[in-house]
């Protein structure tokens, strides 16, 4: 699934989805970001159940980002 939300003032799109690798369910969550003179781009690879415990500390690093 996909979210448009706004990050350092600027568009940005997250993407999570769900995998296995190997007999583990882990989740890949990225979110891309379009500045005015770069692009970044942050992605999360989890145990699917150890998601919900990263994913509040990732999206910490995400809104400190700042387009230099």
């Known amino acids: ?3 448009v ?3 350092a003032d600027g568009p940005a ?3 999570v989805g769900d995998f296995e690798e190997g007999n583990e369910k882990k ?3 990225s979110v891309f970001t379009l500045g005015t ?4 781009a ?4 989890a145990p699917a159940k150890d998601f919900e415990a990263f994913q509040p500390q990732f999206d910490a690093i ?5 387009e230099k």
């Open 37 to 40: 003179s770069n692009a970044a």
């Open 42 to 45: 942050f992605t999360l690879y």
């Open 1 to 3: 699934s996909g979210k």
């Open 13 to 15: 799109l997250s993407v």
């Open 27 to 29: 989740v890949g969550y």
């Open 5 to 7: 939300l706004s990050v």
């Open 62 to 66: 995400v809104n400190s980002y700042k």
